[in-house]
């Protein structure tokens, strides 16, 4: 008799790697029930109880009986982790049990990311990248995502995100800043370094929680994330995302039962980033826009960041996000909000406040107040944590269909002798050419203007 066993919420989380303990493997030859281990990808050791089986997958684990728990660790050469976890209760009699599961990397502490983030540089910006999905996340407790210049410690983000919102199995769905526990890493980013350059690829998974599966919430989302710096563009780093619905592929359903085989479709959809700066201090940030360019920008409001090196505690860099490309029919969407997270009503949760969520990220009701143009949201009316977010749609990504969004984070300083340090620059009008902040931003205009030159790099 043979049996076939997914794997559902007992997917292993920061596997931490272990040591071999040869004395207490167990043997090929015992009797009892057999459970033929397989995994995606192939070439993960495995173990039962946390004991060593000197097996890899696929293979067969025979002599079990009674409740064990089935673990499948795979290491990249990075030394990071993926495997998933399964607990079975066999027999003990003569049948065979077929489990086969994603190998997957998810973190849910800042201690977590922390070990497994790496800092990478292709021009002056020295970015971190988390393979658990997220991207220029140190650990999310402030600054240390995005250094400029890479030679100094001068912060400028604490993490962004890739965001979905949509409909989703009748109800309203959306990915927000800091849902890092819906992220599931796969197997393995690659890092292409050259003299002067680098490109990195990594994939995730849009996955809830064990305790949140059962909620019609964001899901079944594969991002795959392209990310390339180079000298040749300097202070600008290019990322393009793909989102596909996996939702009806049967590898993710091992991992996700509720979903139905046929999969579900992703409606009135918007695909993004959510990039949270932190300028020096976070909380004295504002935000702005520069709608022709289909820009969204941050500054520390006193241009004054006193901790800074390199000479630039009075002329701290302002940080861009600018959407380059967007799918065919869709509209780009800008935001700025300040970020509470101590109160969902600005920074909404996957699993809590999806709703809000959405109507943020689709420009359909954005926070108060709103600019009259469509293309831009919320204009905070003071300083603070600013989050900023830029997406495309409305699309329907039905089970298989996928669609992509090119955005450039962009650094430059203000513009010599165009603002006053230690005084507070209001943003005025992001429609007006004629504002000061639009002459302070002059050099950040440049720089995403130059970061066209790298979208022939995805091509």
């Known amino acids: ?19 071999c303990r040869e004395d207490d493997s167990i043997g090929p030859g015992a009797g009892g029930t057999r459970a033929h281990v397989t995994s995606d990808p192939p070439g993960a050791r495995i173990r039962v109880d946390d004991r060593n089986t000197n097996q890899v997958t696929p293979d067969t684990i025979r002599g079990l009986n009674g409740q064990h728990d089935i673990t499948v660790v795979l290491v990249d050469s990075l030394d990071t982790t993926y495997g998933y976890n399964a607990r079975i209760d ?8 077929d489990i086969h599961g994603p190998l997957l990397l998810r973190c849910f502490e800042p201690l977590c990311y922390r070990e497994v983030f790496r800092y990478r540089a292709g021009n002056r910006v020295r970015f971190a990248t988390n393979p658990a999905g997220a991207i220029f996340l140190e650990d999310g407790t402030g600054g240390m995502g995005l250094l400029w210049p890479g030679t100094t410690s001068n912060t400028y983000v604490s993490g962004g995100f890739p965001v979905v919102a949509g409909m989703m199995l009748g109800d309203t769905v959306a990915l927000g800043a800091y849902d890092t526990n819906y992220f599931a890493g796969r197997p393995a980013p690659t890092v292409s370094e050259g003299e002067d350059s680098i490109a990195v690829e990594q994939t995730a998974w849009v996955l809830p929680p ?8 964001v899901r079944g989302i594969r991002i795959d994330q392209h990310l390339i710096a180079t000298a040749r563009v ?4 290019v990322m393009r995302l793909v989102f596909t619905n996996i939702t009806a592929e049967p590898l993710y359903q091992t991992v996700d039962p509720v979903v139905a085989a046929t999969g579900a479709t992703l409606s009135a959809g918007y695909i993004g980033f959510v990039l949270d700066p932190d300028i020096g201090t976070p909380t004295d940030d504002a935000a702005s826009y520069d709608p022709e360019l289909d820009m969204v920008f941050a500054y520390d409001a006193r241009f004054e960041e006193l901790n800074f090196g390199g000479g630039f505690n009075r002329r701290p860099a302002l940080i861009g996000m600018r959407v380059l490309d967007s799918p065919p029919g869709t509209n780009v969407v800008l935001s700025a909000w300040i970020g509470q997270l101590t109160d969902v009503s600005m920074d909404w949760r996957a699993g809590q406040s999806e709703g809000i969520g959405w109507l943020n990220l689709s420009g359909t009701q954005p926070f108060q107040p709103v600019h009259a143009d469509p293309r831009i949201g919320h204009l905070p009316p003071s300083p603070g944590d600013i989050r900023l977010s830029a997406t495309a749609g409305p699309l329907v990504l039905a089970p298989g269909d996928s669609a992509a969004i090119t955005i450039a984070i962009v650094l430059a300083e203000p513009a010599a002798d165009s ?23 002059a050099n950040l205009r440049e720089r995403a203007l130059a970061a066209e030159a790298l979208m022939a790099s995805f091509r």
């Open 1 to 19: 008799m043979r049996f076939r066993r997914l794997i559902t919420g007992s997917v292993l989380f920061a596997l931490a790697a272990t040591a």
């Open 90 to 97: 066999f027999p003990g009699t003569d049948t065979t049990f």
């Open 210 to 217: 064990s305790t949140l599966l059962q909620l019609r919430t």
């Open 234 to 237: 300097e202070d600008v780093v």
């Open 419 to 441: 603002y006053d340090s230690g005084l507070t620059l209001d943003p005025g009008d992001p429609t007006d050419v004629t504002r000061r902040l639009y002459t302070v931003a």
